[in-house]
C-alpha cells in the first residue's frame, strides 16, 4: 500500500489484515476508506466511541455454498458461490453478483465493502452487500447456464428477500441471467417479488435505462468533474477499457455528449478506431453475438486490433475503466497524464491501484473513483424497487434524467465533503467521508447491533 494511515486507524487496519488472511483485494478496498477517514476521527469522535469503523469492516454475514451443476454432456460440475451481507444501517443489502473464474471470497468481500459507500452516497435506502461464484460463463450453452443459475438460486433464495437483499447483475450476469435466477426465485417461493432481483427484462418488472444506469452515470459524473473545472465533454477524445454492460454505455453516452471514443476492449486484446467507435458494430458483437472484440475489424476494415494491447498507451483527454480491478497501475496512470490526460472516471470498480491513484492525484487531474462515478447503477436499481413498490412503470425519459440528478447530486456532495475537509477536488476523500457518515449516522441510531 502507498499512502500511511492516521495511528489511531493503523490497528483497525491491523486487525482486518489478521482476521481475513489471503484477502488481498478486500484489504486493498479497506485500506483506501481508512487514508482518508482519519479527519472524521478528529470532527466525529462519538462515532470512534462506537467503534463504528470496526463494525463496518466485519460483515454482517457471510454465505458461503456448493452450486453442483450438469453440463449439456451430463458431466457434473461443482462451483462454489458467495453472498456478502455487508452493512444494512441504511437499507435491505443491496449490490451484484458477478460470475467470473477469479472470484473467491476476498474479491466478493472487496466489491461488497465499496458498495456500502456507494450505496449510502446515493442518498437513497439501500445497504451493502456483494455476491458471485467462480463460475465461467465463457462458451457455455443457455441451458448451461440455466441450470447453474437455477442451482444456485436453490439455495441463495433463503437469504433473499424485498426487505432483506436484493441482488443485480456485475461481470458474466447480465439480463439473460437474471432472468433465469428471478424465474428461479419465484418458483421455489411461490411469490411474484419483483423487488427481489434488479435488472429484470422490462416486461417483467425491470427498469427503463436500468441496462445503461451505470455507462451513462459514469459519463454524467465526468461531465460534472469538467464543468467544476470550466470544461465539458465536448470535443474531447476517449479511451474506454471493456466491451461489457458498463462500456457500452459508457461509449453511447459519451458519444451524445460530443466526445469521440477511439479505443475500447475485452479480456484478450484492444480496439482502436479513430474515426471512433461504432456502437452498433459494437452492441452485435458484445450483446447480440456473445463474440471477442477482435471481430470489430471484420466491420470496420480500417480499424486496428491488437492482442494483449494496453488500451492505457492510446493518448486520449478522458479514460474511462469500465472492465474490472487493478487494470490500470502506476505505470499506466503516468503514460495516460504524461500524454495529456486531464480526466478519469471508474466504471468499474477500483480499476485503478493505489499507486495509480497517487498519480492522478499528485497530477492534479480530475479523478473520479469507482464509488461516486459508478454509482449510477446501483441508483437506477434503487430506482427500480421503488417503481416495483409502486407497481408503477417509468419513462426512460423520466428515469434518465432522475438519474442525472443522482449523479449530479453525488458530485457534489463529493466535492463539498472534500472542500470541508481541506481537501477541494479530491474525490476519494470526498465520497468515503460523505458516504462514511451517511452509514454512522445511521449505525449509532439503532444501537449496538
Ligand atoms: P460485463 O458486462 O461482464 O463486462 C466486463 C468487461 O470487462 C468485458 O469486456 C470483459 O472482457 C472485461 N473484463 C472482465 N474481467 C477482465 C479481466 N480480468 N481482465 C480484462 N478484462 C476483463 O461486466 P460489467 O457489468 O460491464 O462490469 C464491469 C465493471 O463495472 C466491473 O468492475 C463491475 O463490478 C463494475 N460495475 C458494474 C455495474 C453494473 O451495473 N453492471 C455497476 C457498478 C460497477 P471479457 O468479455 O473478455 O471477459
Known amino acids: 500500500m502507498t499512502a500511511t494511515l492516521d495511528e489511531k486507524l493503523q490497528p483497525i487496519y491491523q486487525d482486518v489484515l489478521h482476521r481475513n488472511p489471503g484477502e488481498k483485494e478486500f484489504h ?44 449439456d454432456s451430463g458431466e457434473i460440475h461443482i462451483n462454489r458461490a458467495f453472498r456478502v ?74 437469504h433473499l428477500g424485498e426487505y432483506t437483499d436484493v441482488p443485480a447483475g456485475d461481470i458474466g450476469v447480465g439480463g439473460r441471467e437474471i432472468g433465469y435466477l428471478f424465474g428461479q426465485y419465484k418458483r421455489i417461493t411461490n411469490r411474484y417479488e419483483s423487488g427481489v432481483f434488479t435488472g429484470k427484462g422490462l416486461a417483467w418488472g425491470g427498469s427503463r435505462a436500468r ?57 484478450q ?12 458494430a459494437l452492441k452485435q458483437i458484445k450483446e447480440v453475438e456473445r463474440r471477442r472484440i477482435s471481430a470489430y475489424t471484420e466491420f470496420h476494415k480500417h480499424a486496428k486490433y491488437v492482442e494483449d494491447g494496453n488500451i492505457w498507451t492510446i493518448p486520449c483527454d478522458v479514460a474511462l475503466p469500465c472492465a474490472t480491478q487493478n487494470e490500470l497501475n502506476g505505470k499506466d496512470a503516468k503514460t495516460l497524464v504524461e500524454n ?6 471508474e466504471g468499474a470498480n477500483m480499476p485503478t491501484t493505489p499507486e495509480g491513484v497517487m498519480v492522478f492525484q ?35 425519459d423520466y ?31 470526498g465520497a468515503n467521508i460523505n458516504g462514511y457518515i451517511r452509514v454512522a449516522r445511521a449505525m449509532t441510531a439503532m444501537g449496538v447491533i
Open 399 to 429: 428515469t434518465q434524467k432522475r438519474l442525472e440528478e443522482i449523479m449530479i447530486d453525488i458530485h457534489k456532495n463529493c466535492y463539498e465533503t472534500a472542500a470541508e475537509f481541506g481537501a477541494e477536488g479530491n474525490y476519494v476523500l
Open 211 to 267: 441496462t445503461e444506469a451505470t455507462g451513462y452515470g459514469a459519463v454524467f459524473f465526468t461531465q460534472e468533474m469538467l464543468k467544476a473545472r470550466g470544461d465539458s465533454l465536448d470535443g474531447k477524445t476517449v479511451v474506454v477499457s471493456g466491451s461489457g454492460n458498463v462500456a457500452i454505455y459508457a461509449i453511447e453516452k459519451a458519444h451524445e455528449l460530443g466526445a469521440k471514443v477511439i479505443a475500447c476492449s475485452d479480456s
Open 269 to 280: 486484446g484492444m480496439i482502436v478506431d479513430e474515426k471512433g467507435i461504432d456502437l452498433k
Open 362 to 396: 499528485d497530477a492534479g487531474i480530475a479523478y473520479g473513483p469507482g464509488k461516486a462515478a459508478n454509482a449510477g447503477g446501483v441508483a437506477t436499481s434503487a430506482l427500480e424497487m421503488q417503481q416495483n413498490a409502486s407497481r408503477d412503470s417509468w419513462t426512460f
Open 28 to 71: 486493498q478496498a479497506v485500506h483506501e476508506v481508512l487514508e482518508t477517514l482519519g479527519p472524521v476521527l478528529v470532527k466525529y469522535p462519538e462515532f470512534a466511541d462506537k467503534k463504528i469503523i470496526q463494525r463496518i469492516c466485519e460483515p454482517e454475514r457471510q454465505i458461503i455454498f456448493r452450486v453442483p451443476w450438469q453440463d
Open 340 to 345: 495529456g490526460c486531464i480526466a478519469v472516471a
Open 85 to 158: 451481507e455487508f452493512n444494512s444501517a441504511l437499507g435491505p443489502y443491496k449490490g451484484g453478483m458477478r460470475f467470473h473464474p477469479s472470484v473467491y471470497l476476498g474479491i466478493i468481500k472487496f466489491l461488497g465493502f465499496e458498495q456500502i459507500f456507494k450505496n449510502a452516497l446515493t442518498g437513497l435506502p439501500i445497504g451493502g452487500g456483494k455476491g458471485g461464484s467462480d463460475f465461467d460463463p465463457k462458451g457455455r450453452s443457455d441451458d448451461e447456464i440455466m441450470r447453474f443459475c437455477q442451482s444456485l438460486m436453490t439455495e441463495l433464495y433463503r
